[in-house]
């Protein structure tokens, strides 16, 4: 039943509960088991794709993506029985085809479950309408000041802002969270990841110099022109959803901010 539901929203996972009684006794029973019973060839196919899977992530990852682990059942297969390379070139179509308008509706519908306040959801919901008419200069910055709120909230941070306390709130995130589908990242795809936060998001930069790669710093105090782009905007999408998902794994009193 679990693999059956992934990626539908909450919104639409209740509607299919109430319909359930509409369903054959045979049927109902064999959607609620927690196992199904596979065909062979299925079986096989499904362990084929999670080696596709794996790489797919590892490519995700080394281009500063977060790892993709809530495609639906049926997206996974779609998706990666398409050839694999590893280029940045390829690896962008793949996340635009994968980030279309399916996904954005059902982000959208998605937020009004966060365990968020009211009015971050609000600001949330904003970006996502900003984002489908391309105003990719205002989301982006929008979404980092809601990441960070977002991630110091998530542990119940009640001190001054720091950014080695930020680092040390994603990696706990990450270390703790397996992934909804199946847990698929290497030590080392876990240690790039978390680099890719803490080294690159999180990267300094000098006024005058807009070479740093997707940096918070540089887009939100001002140096940095060029970060208005579709594909970044889809990226920093991304990486919300990845590390809400990380941070709810995490107690509130994991931390002692005292």
């Known amino acids: 039943m679990n693999h059956f539901q992934l990626g539908l929203s909450e919104h639409k996972r209740k509607l299919f509960e109430e319909h359930m009684s509409k369903l054959s006794v045979q049927v109902v029973k064999n959607l609620r088991k927690d196992k199904f019973v596979l065909h062979e060839d299925t079986r096989n196919t499904l362990k084929d794709n999670i080696v596709k899977y794996k790489i797919l992530n590892e490519y995700m990852i080394k281009h500063n993506y977060p790892p993709i682990d809530n495609l639906s059942i049926f997206d996974f297969f779609h998706e990666i029985e398409k050839p694999v390379n590893d280029s940045?070139?390829?690896?962008?179509?793949?996340i635009t085809k994968y980030f279309d308008e399916t996904h954005v509706d059902w982000l959208f519908e998605n937020i009004e479950e966060y365990n968020l306040e009211t009015e971050a959801k609000n600001i949330l919901a904003e970006t996502i309408k900003g984002y489908k008419q391309g105003y990719y200069n205002l989301v982006i910055p929008t979404l980092f000041s809601r990441l960070e709120g977002m991630l110091y909230n998530s542990v119940s941070?009640?001190?001054?802002?720091?950014?080695?306390?930020?680092?040390?709130?994603?990696?706990?995130g990450i270390d703790k969270y397996n992934g909804k589908f199946f847990d698929v990242l290497s030590k080392e795809d876990k240690q790039t990841l978390k680099d890719n936060y803490t080294k690159k998001m999180l990267e300094h930069f000098k006024f005058g110099n807009d070479d740093t790669e997707f940096s918070r710093h540089s887009i939100?105090?001002?140096?940095?022109?060029?970060?208005g782009t579709k594909i970044n905007c889809i990226k920093l999408f991304l990486h919300f959803e990845y590390l809400y998902n990380c941070v709810q794994e995490l107690d509130k009193d994991y931390f002692s901010w005292k």
């Open 220 to 227: 939100m105090h001002g140096s940095s022109l060029k970060y």
């Open 157 to 172: 941070y009640n001190k001054q802002g720091s950014y080695i306390e930020l680092k040390r709130i994603m990696t706990a």
């Open 88 to 94: 940045i070139d390829n690896m962008d179509k793949i």
